[in-house]
Nanobody
Framework: QVQLVESGGGLVQPGGSLRLSCAASGTIVSINNMGWYRQAPGKERELVATITSGGTTNYADSMKGRFTISGDNAKNTVNLQMNSLKPDDTAVYYC???????????????WGQGTQVTVSS
């Protein structure tokens, strides 16, 4: 069993910053990559950023230059530093990880429960 637990969401004014964190735990052999997705009301879930175990990052175009993803392989954690936040960034942010657990040769995708980020004055 693998669990992802997010933290760090909240209310912030436009132009402000927030840092999200996600920790993976459980019977983990290895993590291929971790990332963040978000879903705003009435919209589909969309990519924010991902990072591989080798440190390669990928960002959605609208987040480039404002958001920074980082990971710690030893701790099985991923962080998302969000700067210059806009009201359009308001959404539930979900942590995502592709994990190879014990007792199986396959890797699976896991999701956290989500953390609310609200950007409003």
């Amino acid at each position: 069993q693998v669990q992802l637990v997010e933290s760090g969401g909240g209310l912030v004014q436009p132009g402000g910053s927030l840092r999200l964190s996600c920790a993976a735990s459980g019977t983990i052999v290895s993590i291929n990559n971790m990332g963040w997705y978000r879903q705003a009301p009435g919209k589909e879930r969309e990519l924010v950023a991902t990072i591989t175990s080798g440190g390669t990052t990928n960002y959605a175009d609208s987040m480039k230059g404002r958001f920074t993803i980082s990971g710690d392989n030893a701790k099985n954690t991923v962080n998302l530093q969000m700067n210059s936040l806009k009201p359009d960034d308001t959404a539930v942010y979900y942590c995502n990880a592709v994990v190879k657990p014990r007792y199986t040769p396959y890797a699976y995708t896991y999701w956290g429960q989500g953390t609310q980020v609200t950007v409003s004055s």
